[in-house]
């Protein structure tokens, strides 16, 4: 890969895909400061155009977001030039060419920087045919190569099997990126299950982060790194109806579910018991409540110093975590887990397979 400018700042380390919706975004709003120019997110946006333009005005001051309007019609909606607040537009191979003639606008805009999504699921193509579908993105748009970031998107890898055969495609493709000379190169896999409602209840499910192993096996390809956050990679899954109260709780090399049906009673109590047994837990940060504003948020409803909350809520305590868990686990020095090692205390719950397919 061709790196960035000597001149430029220093490049952002972590570029998280996450849905549009009220709790991913809260979890951007409470960013630690330090954390913003380390960040750069990609964010898909569905209906709520409107909603999701009055949350970019309140991001932190220095978040760039990427936003990927894919799942929209072309309309006055996708110009995200008329959006006016500064963002790098997302770039597909098959955008028409009225898109990318927006697009390219949008991009001269907010200083001349856009991210072309590579899908390898979707863009199957040869070497020349996807030289020749970038070529006609910078023409339409304008724009340079070196005023590019790509992101090499794996989608949803969730067994050891998947992982190999993504890191296999995604090897070819980084073999036909070095013909060009990107602003940044970037690799994102998914690997939570699109339907956690089927894993157990009333106790702690350990799911193997297979995303994070797809990058630790290309890390000698020098490309950043990107994930789903906590949420899956296939498109249109959700769980709108399961109201258990979960939390997708990141730790080294594997998450934490919890979903809570029936221990401590109803409302605040059984969230209250969830937040418990997740603070006593050796995965939770020896940072404690500093760590993330999302784990503040989780012990003061240990404490019950607080409400359950909503699904809204669970998804931007879990999100908040998350991103400050891939932060520093990407630039702290390797060996040094900063996480508590309690010998005396075995851990909960139990890996599941089965129906979400996370067996190797």
């Given at each position: 890969?061709?790196?960035?400018?000597?001149?430029?700042?220093?490049?952002?380390?972590?570029?998280?895909?996450?849905?549009?919706?009220?709790?991913?975004?809260?979890?951007?709003?409470?960013?630690?400061?330090?954390?913003?120019?380390?960040?750069?997110?990609?964010?898909?946006?569905?209906?709520?155009?409107?909603?999701?333009?009055?949350?970019?005005?309140?991001?932190?001051?220095?978040?760039?977001?990427?936003?990927?309007?894919?799942?929209?019609?072309?309309?006055?909606?996708?110009?995200?030039?008329?959006?006016?607040?500064?963002?790098?537009?997302?770039?597909?191979?098959?955008e028409s060419d009225r898109r990318l003639v927006a697009h390219g606008a949008a991009a001269r805009a907010y200083g001349r920087r856009a991210l072309i999504r590579l899908r390898t699921g979707q863009d199957r193509a040869g070497p020349d045919a996807s030289t020749a579908s970038v070529e006609r993105i910078w023409r339409l748009t304008g724009l340079a190569p070196d005023e590019c970031d790509l992101l090499v998107d794996a989608g949803d890898v969730c067994c050891?099997?998947?992982?190999?055969?993504?890191?296999?495609?995604?090897?070819?493709?980084?073999?036909?990126?070095?013909?060009?000379?990107?602003?940044?190169?970037?690799?994102?896999?998914?690997?939570?299950?699109?339907?956690p409602s089927r894993l157990p209840t009333d106790e702690p499910v350990r799911l193997d982060r297979w995303d994070w192993q797809l990058w630790q096996r290309l890390t000698d390809t020098g490309v950043g790194y990107g994930d789903y956050g906590v949420g899956p990679a296939v498109p249109g899954t959700g769980e709108a109806g399961d109201r258990l109260p979960t939390v997708r709780y990141t730790a080294d090399g594997d998450w934490w579910v919890y979903r809570w049906s029936r221990r401590g009673g109803r409302g605040d109590g059984r969230f209250a018991d969830l937040c418990r047994t997740l603070v006593s837990a050796p995965h939770w940060p020896s940072a404690g409540a500093a760590f993330s504003w999302g784990d503040h948020e989780l012990l003061r409803?240990?404490?019950?110093?607080?409400?359950?909350?909503?699904?809204?809520?669970?998804?931007?305590?879990?999100?908040s975590h998350h991103l400050a868990h891939v932060l520093t686990a990407l630039l702290r020095p390797v060996g040094d887990t900063g996480f508590r090692h309690r010998p005396d205390s075995p851990q909960r719950g139990r890996p599941h397979g089965g129906a979400t397919r996370r067996t190797g």
């Open positions: 890969m061709v790196p960035a400018h000597e001149s430029r700042a220093a490049e952002p380390v972590y570029r998280p895909i996450l849905a549009g919706r009220r709790g991913e975004l809260e979890a951007l709003n409470h960013l630690d400061p330090a954390a913003v120019p380390l960040l750069a997110p990609i964010l898909e946006v569905g209906a709520a155009v409107r909603s999701t333009i009055d949350t970019l005005r309140r991001l932190p001051v220095g978040l760039l977001p990427a936003v990927d309007v894919t799942a929209l019609a072309d309309g006055p909606d996708t110009e995200l030039v008329r959006w006016g607040v500064p963002l790098v537009p997302v770039l597909g191979l098959a050891r099997a998947d992982v190999r055969l993504a890191e296999a495609r995604v090897r070819r493709l980084l073999e036909w990126a070095r013909r060009h000379a990107w602003r940044s190169v970037t690799v994102a896999a998914g690997g939570m299950p699109p339907t409803r240990a404490r019950r110093g607080a409400g359950a909350g909503s699904a809204a809520n669970w998804a931007a305590w879990s999100t």
